[in-house]
């Protein structure tokens, strides 16, 4: 961040893609809809409209509350708030996707999530006493998920 804004890896559609996640994901209360949310911005970011609208609409969230959110004091203070927290958790981040487990950054569990995301979750969820959520590195609960 600077007095002119955000300053972003891909440059000013990632930022504006940046704080309209913000407002998206502050106004979904499940988890599930925010990682559906998710995947469908990311599934095409480039195609005009496609998470303003589209992922927007799938989400049940208020386009309208969105577009007022991502233009406003609102959308910039969460961002800066996203800026602190990525700070204060990880060395950077050095690169995207940055993974994060606990609030802490830690290289080893970094490269085991970006190898095999699901293996690496399923012993963060077992060393939390989640035992009967995963089976040999594999979810097989998702309710619990």
């Known amino acids: 961040s600077s007095d002119k804004g955000f300053v972003c890896q891909h440059g000013p559609k990632e930022c504006r893609g940046n704080t309209i996640h913000n407002c998206v994901l502050k106004r979904i209360n499940n988890s599930k809809a925010q ?5 469908c911005a990311m599934y095409d970011p480039e195609y005009p409209g496609h998470i303003e609208k589209t992922c927007v609409e799938e989400s049940g969230v208020d386009v309208e509350q969105v577009k007022a959110c991502y233009t406003s004091e609102e959308g910039y203070q969460m961002m800066l708030k996203a800026e602190t927290e990525t700070k204060n958790m990880t060395p950077g981040p050095l690169f995207v996707p940055t993974i ?3 609030d802490k950054y830690n290289l080893g569990d970094q490269n085991q999530a970006f190898a095999n995301f699901e293996s690496t979750l399923c012993k963060k969820l077992v060393s939390h006493g989640h035992v009967n959520v995963c089976s040999n590195g594999v979810i097989v609960n998702r309710q619990t998920c």
């Open 35 to 39: 990682v559906d949310y998710v995947n």
């Open 100 to 102: 994060v487990f606990d």
